[in-house]
Structures are given as C-alpha cells and as structure tokens.
C-alpha cells in the first residue's frame, strides 16, 4: 500500500509570498494529483503529473519519478488561495485504480 | 462544461436505516470511483467501477455495496447505518484509457443521528 506524505500540514504565509508544499510517496506511481479543498467544500483538481512539470497561473506544479517526490508552488499568494492542499497518488499495478491521499495541507494566507 | 453530479448534496439518516447515494459522472466517462471523507479526515478509497464491472476495491465496508448502470451512473447502498459513517462522499469520474484524471463531484454529505 501506497503511503503519501505531505509537508507542511499547516502553513500561514502573507500574500504575496512564494508557497511550497510537498508530496513524497513511498512506491511507484502512474500518476499524481494535487487537489484542492474549501472548508466544507468540494474536491477541485488542479494538476495531474506522471512526470516533468505543469503550470496553470500562479500554480506550478512539479514530481521527480526517481525520487518519489512531487511539489506544489503558488505564486505571488492571494488570500483567495487559502485552501486545503491535498496530493494523492495512483497505483502503478493495472488494478490499483483508486487514490490514496495525503493528509492535506491547510494553507492560510493573510492579507 | 459538465462536471460530476451527485445526489443528493446532503442527507440526513438515523442510526441502523439505510442510504441510496447517486453519481452522475461527466458524460463519455466510463469509470466511476467513490470515496470517503471523515469529519477532519483525509479521503479513503471505497470502490471504483468500468464498464458496469468492480474495477478496484478500496476499504469499503461489507454493510456497503454499490453498482454502475449502463448509462454509466453508479449508487452507493449503505445499510445498516452508524454514527461513524457520518461523512462527505465524493464521486470522481474518468474516461479509461484516455487519461488517468479523475474529475470530482461537490460531495454528498451523509450525517447519521
């Protein structure tokens, strides 16, 4: 069984600050995701990587395969960017086709 | 663009009655999942199905079972309902064998009183 490690689990930052948040799992994967989540509030996707790097606005997101790693950044934070972050990850065998999440990270930005 | 639908958005049950949740995935996508998310928990896996067959299955409780229809929509049948399986249930949808992501539905909140 997949296990999905994220850091930090809380993290309050001043807009305008550069965000990271990381995402190691311990076995192979076929691809990873990184979510987002409101309070109360529905599962939004915002990338999904089998390898390399994607960007979407102020959202880059990149994983290294060799190393079992995967980091989320924000630019120039709003704080309409303050969310649950939450990586989950997909099996690499041909059944393992549900996700396995991380713990999420509770991203605070303040004005 | 059509997203996910669930039904219905919230649901309120007592303890040892039974609930029907429904998922309407995005139309073409063929695999539908299901998972779990406990008050202040991380969302676990339940089941997945393609093509109307159990694709993966996750840590779904036996009082659980659930299906996929032709038209591609699935339910999920929870009986004899407990405190514990007060929870927000989303269902993702996919199209297999085109991309692996999996688009998310707002959630069903099921709360057992």
């Known amino acids: 069984k997949n296990e999905v490690e994220q850091s930090p689990q809380n993290l309050t930052a001043q807009e305008g600050e550069f965000i990271t948040i990381n995402c190691s799992y311990s076995?192979?994967?076929?691809?990873l995701h990184w979510l987002q989540q409101h309070p109360g509030g529905g599962i939004v996707s915002l990338f999904m990587?089998?390898?390399g790097k994607k960007k979407h606005g102020r959202l880059i997101a990149t994983i290294n395969i060799q190393e079992k790693h995967s980091s989320l950044h924000i630019t120039a934070s709003h704080p309409r960017d303050s969310a649950v972050y939450i990586c989950a990850a997909r099996g690499s065998g041909g059944g393992a086709d549900g996700l396995t999440f991380g713990k999420g990270t509770h991203l605070i930005i303040q004005p | 663009a059509a997203g996910v639908i669930q039904s219905p958005r919230h649901l309120i049950k007592e303890k040892r009655e039974t609930a029907t949740l429904k998922c309407y995935p995005i139309?073409?996508?063929?695999?539908v999942y299901w998972y779990q998310q406990g008050p202040g928990q991380d969302p676990q896996f339940l089941i997945s199905?393609?093509?109307?067959?159990?694709?993966d299955k996750g840590s779904i409780p036996d009082r659980f079972s659930a299906q996929q229809f032709s038209d591609y929509h699935s339910e999920l049948n929870m009986s004899s309902l407990e405190l514990g399986d007060s929870a927000l249930y989303f269902c993702?949808?996919?199209?297999?064998?085109?991309?692996?992501?999996?688009?998310f539905g707002p959630g069903t909140r099921l709360t057992v009183t």
């Open positions: 990587l089998s390898s």
């Open positions: 076995v192979g994967i076929s691809a």
């Open positions: 139309p073409r996508h063929d695999t």
């Open positions: 993702a949808s996919r199209i297999r064998g085109v991309t692996y992501e999996q688009y």
């Open positions: 199905f393609y093509e109307k067959m159990q694709s």
